[in-house]
């Protein structure tokens, strides 16, 4: 089992930047790969950007279109926190944002953190 845990979402204005994380816990050896997703009510949980874990193919990333050249995604192996930090921000990136931690057979996913884009 792995255990993920969100934080750093919140209010922001249009053009500003956040930074939130997603600390993993429990049998993380066997996990692939990690991703960060967003969600809006009425919509489908979307892949924002995707990393792999140092030594299966040493952190190859990958983003939407939608963020790309905005966002950078990165981990911290020593801490096993993952991060997402988010420049230029606008309101079409208002969403729960959720990570998630992938295996060959499992998937896990945290609680998601609100980030709002307004001003």
């Known amino acids: 089992q792995v255990q993920l845990v969100e934080s750093g979402g919140g209010l922001v204005q249009p053009g500003g930047s956040l930074r939130p994380s997603c600390v993993a816990s429990g049998n993380i050896f066997n996990i692939n790969a990690w991703g960060w997703y967003r969600q809006v009510p009425g919509k489908e949980r979307e892949l924002v950007a995707h990393?792999?874990?140092?030594?299966?193919?040493?952190?190859?990333?990958y983003y939407a279109n939608s963020v790309k050249g905005r966002f950078t995604i990165s981990r911290d192996n020593v801490k096993n926190t993952m991060y997402l930090r988010m420049n230029s921000l606008n309101p079409e990136d208002t969403a729960v944002y959720y990570c998630?931690?992938?295996?060959?057979?499992?998937?896990?996913w945290g609680q998601g953190t609100q980030v709002t884009v307004s001003s």
């Open positions: 990393i792999t874990s140092v030594g299966s193919s040493g952190g190859n990333t």
């Open positions: 998630r931690a992938m295996g060959r057979t499992e998937s896990y």
